[in-house]
């Protein structure tokens, strides 16, 4: 029985603390019993990461955070902590986001600094890995994503606690990222050929530990494609945005692995 990993990136969509406990506590009135191989996790704003945690406590939705300094502690304004992180009972860190890489231009080398920091805590890093519309119309998508996964990776001997998101940055509904033109999820045979060749370029460089690590899909799966998606071997979850916002969304995407 495979594992299946869903996570809930709010991003910046909601931006009220109200809106928040309205969300996060219908999430755990209807919260649904999930499979015992299945993890779940919503990532909220960073000043919504104390409210998130104390209404998570008893809950089996895990919490998680959009994003984390590259330094333990320091001299790095605007960053938060993992130690902070650590402290509001945060277990999954999301690093290498097409948002940040894209929109905020944060580099490999840095988001490699944050993916051995989080390992060395002990918090389960997301790693999102992704091509751009661009990149993949000039037939860049595999080596896109392999320079990804080697600069992210570079250095990194133990991956028993890493999670890889593959986002086709093509297929994500923001428009700062894709903006013309019509968005359409990948198909499950695009994205599981990638999920493929990301798994073999793990199992050469990490050999049989790679089948360990999950790999999820983050383009735009929701309850109408989700099941078609799951139903892929390779396809161990996914990384939910807009549709994680709500639990009537959220939920039947988690309802559908098979």
């Known amino acids: ?14 931006t009220s603390m109200k809106e928040t406990e309205k969300i996060i506590n219908s999430m755990v009135e209807n919260c649904p019993t ?13 000043p919504m990461l104390p409210l998130a945690s104390k209404m998570l406590k008893n809950s089996p939705i895990s919490l998680a955070a959009q994003n984390v300094g590259s330094i333990e502690k320091g001299a790095m304004t605007g960053e938060t902590s993992i130690l902070t992180l ?4 945060v277990e999954y860190v999301i690093i290498g986001h097409s948002e940040r890489r894209i929109i905020i231009g944060e580099k490999d080398s ?18 999102c890995v992704g091509e751009t519309a661009e990149e993949r119309r000039k037939g860049k998508s595999i080596g896109v994503i392999y320079d990804q996964l080697s600069e992210g990776l570079k250095g990194i001997t133990d991956i028993s606690g890493l999670v890889i998101a ?11 990222l894709n903006p013309v033109g019509k968005i359409t999820p990948a198909s499950p045979e695009d994205a599981e050929a990638m999920h493929k060749s990301i798994r073999q370029w793990l199992l050469n460089k990490f050999g049989e530990d790679a089948n360990n690590v999950p790999i999820i899909y983050g383009g ?5 494609n989700a099941k078609e998606l799951l139903a892929r071997e390779e396809i161990q979850g996914g990384l939910i945005g807009s549709a994680s916002l709500s639990s009537e969304k959220f939920f039947p995407i988690i309802k559908a692995q098979p």
């Open 1 to 14: 029985m495979r594992d299946y990993i869903f996570g809930g990136n709010w991003k910046m969509q909601i």
């Open 34 to 46: 999930f499979k015992k191989n299945t993890k779940v996790f919503i990532a909220p704003s960073l």
């Open 86 to 89: 650590k402290e509001l009972g």
């Open 110 to 127: 840095i988001i490699n600094e944050k993916l051995k920091l989080v390992l060395s805590h002990g918090l389960t890093p997301v790693f």
């Open 166 to 176: 593959y986002e086709p940055v093509w297929a994500i509904n923001n428009t700062l």
């Open 220 to 224: 735009s799966m929701n309850s109408t």
